[in-house]
């Protein structure tokens, strides 16, 4: 007669089955990582730090600056015409006066940039971050911000002298304020 724990371990797979298993399981999971080929995190090699720098009159047109960080810089009168800075750290940088025609600022984490003056004329600012930041004065016309995170207040300033449509987006500069 067989007892109950005989049958249990008459069941259980042996410690080598085990092994074999487990070996075999890693071995299907590397296959399956290279197949898919799962991209690792590498850093950028056009990626330049330009924190607390200054930068005044700089010319950085059609320059791809995607990802960079101009945290604290003074940008008094550069230009960044048609540049890329999708993805940038603009916070706390001053772009008094600067030119940023057609510039690409989608999902730049702009907080507190002071805009003063600048020409944002055609510059694409969709799904940014610009909490406490400043427009006095700058050039909006055919800007897109639709998406962009923008003081109340700093909206109905804008909305005041919003007109234009981006020409890459198809987006009218009052729509993507939200402007009444």
């Not at 950028?44 to 950085?60: A, G, M, P, S």
């Not at 916070?91 to 984490?109: C, H, P, Q």
């Amino acid at each position: 007669m067989t007892t109950a724990s005989q049958k249990r371990t008459e069941n259980r797979p042996s410690h080598q089955a085990m092994q074999l298993l487990a070996i075999g399981m890693g071995l299907l999971m590397t296959v399956i990582a290279w197949m898919v080929d799962v991209p690792c995190a590498i850093a950028q090699d056009n990626t330049v730090n330009y924190t607390l720098t200054e930068l005044h009159y700089r010319d950085f047109s059609n320059q791809n600056l995607a990802g960079t960080s101009f945290a604290g810089a003074d940008l008094r009168g550069a230009s960044f015409r048609g540049a890329s800075l999708q993805g940038s750290i603009l916070t706390k940088a001053a772009f008094f006066e600067a030119d940023l025609t057609g510039a690409n600022l989608s999902e730049t984490l702009a907080d507190r940039v002071i805009f003063d003056g600048a020409n944002l004329t055609n510059a694409i600012f969709t799904d940014a971050i610009a909490n406490r930041s400043r427009f006095f004065d700058a050039t909006i016309t055919g800007a897109d911000f639709s998406g962009a995170l923008l003081d109340t207040y700093q909206i109905s300033l804008m909305c005041k002298r919003a007109e234009g449509v981006n020409p890459f987006t198809g987006v009218s500069t009052r729509d993507s304020l939200g402007c009444r």
